[in-house]
């Protein structure tokens, strides 16, 4: 079982905005990073850090964290952005990673 | 910019060991990062595997650690896994990825993934 838990399913409307949550105890004490995957394809690092973004990701992707919980934000979701979102984390140890189970966006 | 590249069998007999091989290009496996394992298994979310610094240190998922071997080759700028005793609930695709540990931890370059599958 995963020791970060993310809604199985997210919908939001072209041009809307979304949140996608990741819970965990870890998260207090790590920031947790955010990966797109589409199908077929391997995961893409979207945020990172406080609130970071690789080169090349789009500024409508933005990251932050209170308490227990990490939160991926899509501002102005464009139809490229239906995928798969993963959170990843160290767990509660410190010594290991953890990935939460997924969450699948819909884009309508 | 670093590249990764898996290599392996594609398919394994159950009961058998699964190896890997992650080739990196572009960079040093000798920089200060560390090189992890994940897999997916068909239709299912992404699971850590573990991961390994160039000094030989590692981690592993608990749930793999009595199965679970990850090395590094300095020589040849590349890491790999060996996982034994395989079921049919180790396939999957199997990515190796660069990690950073520390400040901030993440997984910035990916390989594309190789499937392998446990069958007889």
């Known amino acids: 079982s995963s020791e970060l838990t993310q809604d199985p399913a997210v919908s939001v409307a072209l041009g809307q905005t979304v949140r996608i949550t990741c819970q965990g105890d870890s998260l207090r004490s790590y920031y947790a990073s955010w990966y797109q995957q589409k199908p077929g394809q391997a995961p893409v690092l979207v945020i990172y850090g406080k609130n970071n973004r690789p080169s090349g990701i789009p500024d409508r992707f933005s990251g932050s964290s209170s308490g227990n919980t990490a939160s991926l934000t899509i501002t102005g979701a464009q139809a490229e952005d239906e995928a798969d979102y993963y959170c990843n984390s160290r767990d509660s140890s410190g010594n290991n990673g953890v990935f939460g189970g997924g969450t699948k966006l819909t884009v309508l | 910019q670093v590249q990764l590249q898996e290599s392996g069998p594609g398919l394994v007999k159950p009961s058998g060991t699964l190896s890997l091989t992650c080739a990196v290009s572009?960079?040093?496996?000798?920089?200060?990062?560390?090189w992890s394992w994940v897999r997916q298994p068909p239709g299912k979310g992404l699971e850590w595997i573990g991961e390994?610094?160039?000094?030989?240190?590692?981690n592993y998922n608990p749930s793999l650690k009595s199965r679970v071997t990850i090395s590094v080759d300095k020589s040849k700028n590349q890491f790999s896994l060996k996982l034994s005793s395989v079921t049919a609930a180790d396939t999957a695709v199997y990515y190796c990825?660069?990690?950073?540990?520390?400040?901030?931890?993440?997984?910035?370059?990916w390989g594309k993934g190789t499937t392998v599958t446990v069958s007889s």
């Open positions: 990825a660069r990690a950073m540990v520390g400040g901030n931890y993440y997984m910035d370059v």
């Open positions: 572009g960079g040093s496996i000798s920089s200060s990062n560390w």
């Open positions: 390994i610094y160039h000094s030989g240190s590692t």
